[in-house]
Each structure stands twice: as structure tokens, then as C-alpha cells.
T-cell receptor, first 111, second 114 residues
Framework: LAKTTQPISMDSYEGQEVNITCSHN???????ITWYQQFPSQGPRFIIQ???TKVTNEVASLFIPADRKSSTLSLPRVSLSDTAVYYC????????????FGAGTRLFVKA | AAGVIQSPRHLIKEKRETATLKCYPI?????VYWYQQGPGQDPQFLIS???????DKGSIPDRFSAQQFSDYHSELNMSSLELGDSALYFC?????????????FGPGTRLTVL
């Protein structure tokens, strides 16, 4: 299983761009990188998924360097409602269906 | 769009009682996952099912069991409940794509053991 490492917490202000980097040094060749957002007492919510280079959707961008040993979730112009925990998960290529949530990043957006 | 449904949303039990949590995955999804999340903790994987067969087990106590039925809904059965079992229990479903699993989570069941 690819272990992931993220910052424990981050602070930001409304309107700023926030970049959260995740390290996954032992990512496997076929693994994808997926980011989830979780609000208190709610289930994690899919944000974005990518394999290499850059992926962008309506809420975020995901940057993955060529070696794929890390990835950066970019949230443009955050608002107070983006205060949440963000998890980086690396897809498994072991033939099983087991998911390990590492310690996520607690983002706090201030006015 | 249909989402993952969990029932009940809240459950209060006494120590040593049993509890059954239900999960209805998104239609046509072939994989179901169960997670436990204690207060202030990250989700902990319990067990998963692929095409109604148990696939992987995580940190699931022996007092817990789960199964997936022919209609793809899943149930998590918890016996001899302990105070430490108080947590949010999430179910997620996905359509398997090798290495690119995207899980859709339900709203969770909050279990309180008194």
C-alpha cells in the first residue's frame, strides 16, 4: 500500500489560493491519486483524481510531477466553506479493495 | 443522481447490545466499503465487498461482521457493543477501475454506545 504524507494543518484567508502537497514515494505504476474533502460529521467527498501531469475540474487542480512521488492539490480563491479536512489517497494495484486514509490536512480558512 | 444511502442515521445502544447498520450503494456500483471514524480521527477501513464477495478486511474487530446481499445492499453487524465503538460509520461504494477507485460515501450512521 502506498503510504501518503500530508501537512497536518494549514491556515489561509478567503480569496487566496491554497496548495496542499502530498508525498507518496512508493506509488505503484498503475496507481491513481485521489483527493477527498471531509466536513465534520459528513462522509468524505471526492474532489479530483489524476494519474500524471495536471488535471483540472470546476473546483480544483491537481499537479503531479513526472516522478509521481508527490502531488499537489490546488484550491483557487478559497472561501470560508472550504474549511475542511483534505485527504490524499493513492489507488491500489494489489488486487484487493482496501483503502487506507492517512492523516489528512486540516485547512482552516479565515475571513 | 442517486447517492449512497445509510440507515439508520443515528443509533443509540447500551453496552453489550447488538447493532445492525445498513448500506445501499449507488446502483450498478460493484464494490462496497465500510469505515469507522471516531471523534477527531481519520476514517479507518473495516471491510470491503466486491461483487457480493468479501474482498479485504482492515481493523475490524471479531465482534463485527458484514455481508453483502444479492441486491448489493450491505449490512454491518456489531455485537457485544463497547463504549469505544461509539463512532461514525460510513459506507462507500464504487465501480472498480484498476488503480483508479473513486469512492462515493454515504452520510454515515452515528452510533452511540452508553
Amino acid at each position: 500500500l502506498a503510504k501518503t504524507t500530508q501537512p497536518i494543518s494549514m491556515d489561509s484567508y478567503e480569496g487566496q489560493e491554497v496548495n496542499i502537497t502530498c508525498s507518496h514515494n512508493n506509488i505503484a505504476t498503475n496507481d491513481y491519486i485521489t483527493w477527498y474533502q471531509q466536513f465534520p460529521s459528513q462522509g468524505p467527498r471526492f474532489i479530483i483524481q489524476g494519474y500524471k501531469t495536471k488535471v483540472t475540474n470546476e473546483v480544483a487542480s491537481l499537479f503531479i510531477p513526472a516522478d509521481r512521488k508527490s502531488s499537489t492539490l490546488s484550491l483557487p480563491r478559497v472561501s470560508l466553506s472550504d474549511t475542511a479536512v483534505y485527504y490524499c489517497l493513492v489507488g491500489l494495484n494489489t488486487g484487493g479493495f482496501k483503502t487506507i486514509f492517512g492523516a489528512g490536512t486540516r485547512l482552516f480558512v479565515k475571513a | 443522481a442517486a447517492g449512497v444511502i445509510q440507515s439508520p442515521r443515528h443509533l443509540i445502544k447500551e453496552k453489550r447490545e447488538t447493532a445492525t447498520l445498513k448500506c445501499y450503494p449507488i446502483p450498478r456500483h460493484d464494490t462496497v466499503y465500510w469505515y469507522q471514524q471516531g471523534p477527531g480521527q481519520d476514517p479507518q477501513f473495516l471491510i470491503s465487498f466486491y461483487e457480493k464477495m468479501q474482498s479485504d478486511k482492515g481493523s475490524i474487530p471479531d465482534r463485527f461482521s458484514a455481508q453483502q446481499f444479492s441486491d448489493y445492499h450491505s449490512e454491518l453487524n456489531m455485537s457485544s457493543l463497547e463504549l469505544g465503538d461509539s463512532a461514525l460509520y460510513f459506507c462507500a461504494s464504487s465501480l472498480q477501475r484498476r488503480g483508479a477507485d473513486t469512492q462515493y460515501f454515504g452520510p454515515g450512521t452515528r452510533l452511540t454506545v452508553l
